[in-house]
């Protein structure tokens, strides 16, 4: 038996565990501190190195907003997971989130203003609706034009990804996880009560198998046909010509439903500047073929927009980024358990905005791992909707 062979053979005699979670994402290491803190054996398995830039985590920053335009039925998870970053925040003596208040601009009837709107009032958020003019006074580096409107909620904010994906290793560290970085899963199988997991390593047993591969979910779950795309996006990070206008205090973390898209940018902060992204649009990709290089006209086009409505944002490029959504056709996350394998839980299709969400999504995948079902109001988020069965 060749060298390859014989240390596969000792992969799978040293690595047994209840739970073994592929891809360690933002919401596979979510979901490794949910577990190991709950006293299971969890063994985390990651291609990559830690904070690689392939797939949806990378980056320093994240927006963090509960007025949640895309449904109300994300508000009570949003509002879960604020409280789970503060303990997440606590337990590692990392800071995670900064509220600066959000602002989302758009036409009365987009669906940013009416969906905000629609949360806040049935959550009973506290919101306010301005008028163009209104926001212009409160915000001099925007300019709204005047048919548009504003919502601003208080309690969005800024997430500080890197060190939320840092806290959530520590945290599963601490708690017994083991994480492997530099594995790739590459295929597994019911085997009797549990499921028999091949790697680039070798093989491993788990009772219980979570899988958040983010873009590389067709892949790994190619046999449910989940209705996921990929898409390449950008992010652009400016040195504004006036930062006194974009620090925080006078600006809070924005949205922007404009006839040529829909962006979000941040105030400024050190080594970052102002970030700036595109949310619609993006080039149908798969997270093996996807361009990471960046084109001088796809920046041109980023600093027009950007210059149409923050025009003293639009100064020097720090550095373009590109990074990957993983897309469902109705935008919602898919977050479930396997149809005909319920010893395998999964997560994926976050379509732009899971960051926020990852505390509580490492709890529904930790409830439905072990026990099948989660108190959450994950409901919505099931993949039954796509009339998922195994294929
Ligand atoms: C530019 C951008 C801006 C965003 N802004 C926001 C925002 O402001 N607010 C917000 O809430 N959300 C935002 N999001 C969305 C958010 O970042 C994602 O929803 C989230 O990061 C998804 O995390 P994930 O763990 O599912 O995916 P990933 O981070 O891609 O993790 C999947 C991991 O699985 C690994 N993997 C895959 N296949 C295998 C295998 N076979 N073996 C081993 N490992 C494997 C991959 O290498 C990868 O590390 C944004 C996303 C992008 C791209």
């Given at each position: 038996m060749?060298?390859?062979?014989?240390?596969r053979?000792?992969?799978?005699?040293?690595?047994?565990?209840?739970?073994?979670i592929?891809?360690?994402?933002?919401?596979g290491?979510?979901?490794?501190?949910?577990?190991?803190r709950r006293?299971?054996?969890?063994?985390?398995?990651?291609?990559?190195?830690?904070?690689?830039?392939?797939g949806?985590?990378?980056?320093?920053?994240?927006?963090?907003?509960?007025?949640?335009?895309?449904?109300?039925?994300?508000?009570p998870?949003?509002?879960r997971?604020?409280?789970l970053w503060?303990?997440?925040?606590?337990r590692?003596?990392?800071?995670?989130l900064?509220?600066?208040?959000?602002?989302?601009l758009?036409?009365?009837?987009?669906?940013?203003?009416?969906?905000?709107?629609?949360?806040?009032?049935?959550?009973?958020?506290?919101?306010?609706l301005?008028?163009?003019a209104?926001?212009?006074?409160?915000?001099?580096?925007?300019r709204?034009?005047?048919?548009?409107v504003?919502?601003?909620?208080g309690?969005a904010?800024?997430?500080?990804?890197?060190?939320?994906w840092?806290?959530f290793i520590?945290?599963?560290?601490a708690?017994?996880?083991?994480?492997?970085?530099?594995?790739?899963v590459?295929?597994?199988?019911?085997?009797?009560?549990?499921?028999?997991?091949?790697?680039?390593?070798?093989?491993?047993?788990?009772?219980r198998?979570?899988?958040?591969a983010?873009?590389?979910t067709?892949?790994?779950l190619?046999?449910?046909?989940?209705?996921?795309?990929?898409?390449?996006?950008?992010?652009?990070?400016?040195?504004?010509?006036?930062?006194?206008?974009?620090?925080?205090?006078?600006?809070?973390?924005?949205?922007?439903?404009v006839?040529?898209?829909e962006?979000?940018?941040?105030p400024?902060?050190?080594?970052q500047?102002?970030?700036?992204?595109?949310?619609?649009d993006?080039?149908?990709?798969?997270?093996?073929?996807?361009?990471?290089?960046?084109?001088?006209?796809?920046?041109?086009?980023?600093?027009?927009v950007?210059?149409?409505?923050?025009?003293?944002?639009a100064?020097s490029?720090?550095?373009?980024?590109?990074c990957l959504?993983?897309?469902?056709?109705?935008?919602h996350?898919?977050?479930?358990?396997?149809?005909?394998?319920p010893?395998?839980?999964?997560?994926?299709?976050f379509?732009?905005?899971?960051?926020?969400?990852?505390?509580v999504?490492?709890?529904a995948?930790?409830?439905?791992?072990?026990?099948?079902?989660?108190?959450?109001?994950?409901?919505?988020?099931?993949?039954?909707?796509?009339?998922t069965r195994?294929?």
């Open positions: 060749d060298a390859g062979s014989e240390q053979k000792g992969y799978r005699q040293m690595h047994s565990a209840d739970v073994v592929v891809g360690l994402g933002i919401m290491t979510a979901a490794a501190a949910a577990l190991a006293g299971h054996r969890v063994l985390g398995l990651e291609q990559y190195p830690p904070f690689h830039t392939r949806s985590s990378h980056g320093k920053t994240r927006i963090i907003r509960e007025a949640y335009f895309e449904s109300p039925e994300y508000v998870l949003v509002q997971a604020y409280v503060e303990e997440l925040a606590e590692t003596g990392r800071t995670l900064r509220v600066t208040g959000g602002i989302s758009g036409r009365p009837e987009s669906p940013f203003i009416t969906g905000a709107r629609e949360s806040a009032l049935r959550h009973g958020l506290a919101h306010e301005l008028d163009a209104e926001a212009r006074k409160r915000f001099p580096a925007l709204v034009p005047d048919d548009f504003a919502l601003l909620e309690r904010g800024i997430l500080f990804a890197e060190e939320c840092r806290a520590d945290d599963a560290v708690h017994g996880a083991r994480l492997h970085f530099g594995v790739r590459t295929g597994f199988a019911l085997e009797g009560s549990g499921v028999a997991i091949e790697t680039s390593e070798g093989a491993i047993r788990a009772e198998l979570v899988v958040t983010g873009p590389w067709p892949e790994v190619a046999s449910l046909g989940l209705p996921l795309t990929v898409r390449r996006v950008l992010v652009v990070h400016v040195e504004p010509r006036r930062r006194e206008l974009f620090e925080l205090g006078q600006l809070p973390i924005f949205l922007l439903d006839p040529e898209g962006y979000y940018g941040f400024w902060l050190p080594e500047g102002v970030k700036f992204g595109r949310h619609d993006g080039e149908a990709c798969t997270a093996e073929t996807a361009r990471r290089e960046v084109r001088d006209d796809e920046i041109a086009h980023m600093l027009a950007l210059g149409r409505y923050l025009p003293e944002a100064g490029v720090l550095m373009p980024v590109t959504y993983t897309m469902t056709p109705d935008g996350f898919v977050l479930d358990r396997h149809p005909e394998w010893h395998v839980a999964f997560a994926g299709g379509s732009g905005h899971g960051f926020k969400f990852a505390p999504i490492g709890e995948l930790a409830d439905l791992a072990i026990e099948g079902r989660s108190e959450l109001p994950i409901g919505f988020l099931g993949a039954g909707r796509f009339g195994h294929q």
